[in-house]
């Protein structure tokens, strides 16, 4: 399993486990929800559960639940800072399709599940 950490978005990562001693990294993964099915989540990993896979980057550990894994393996998350708004970007290789207001994707239904 692959996730990647632009630049960006390894340092933002790198602020938030600084300002949270107790995390052991990054959760990421997928929910349902929007119109399209599925969106990301990016939280602070406080534990680890069974079934996460974990990767490392530069340091930084990445938790993916085994639901989630087939639908972001090969992500890569970026940082953006567009005026005053900041969010994650996800480059997504699984994504088929995102609805219009980028909070949701599709995948192909053979890697979804």
């Keep these: 399993m692959a996730i990647a950490l632009a630049p960006a978005a390894l340092e933002r990562a790198r602020r938030f486990l600084a300002s949270s001693p107790d995390a052991l990294g990054l959760r990421f993964g997928v929910a349902r929800t929007g119109c399209s099915g599925w969106g990301y989540v990016v939280d602070l990993a406080r534990e680890e559960r069974p079934g996460d896979m974990i990767t490392e980057q530069d ?55």
Excluded: H, W
Excluded at 62 to 80: C, K, L, N, Q, W
Excluded at 85 to 90: L, P
């Design 59 to 113: 340091g930084v550990r990445i938790y993916v639940d085994a639901t989630s894994r087939p639908m972001v393996d090969g992500t890569e998350i970026d940082f953006a800072q567009k005026g005053l708004n900041q969010e994650f970007v996800f480059r997504n290789p699984n994504a088929a399709a995102e609805c219009g207001c980028g909070e949701s994707f599709t995948t192909d239904a053979a890697k979804a599940l």
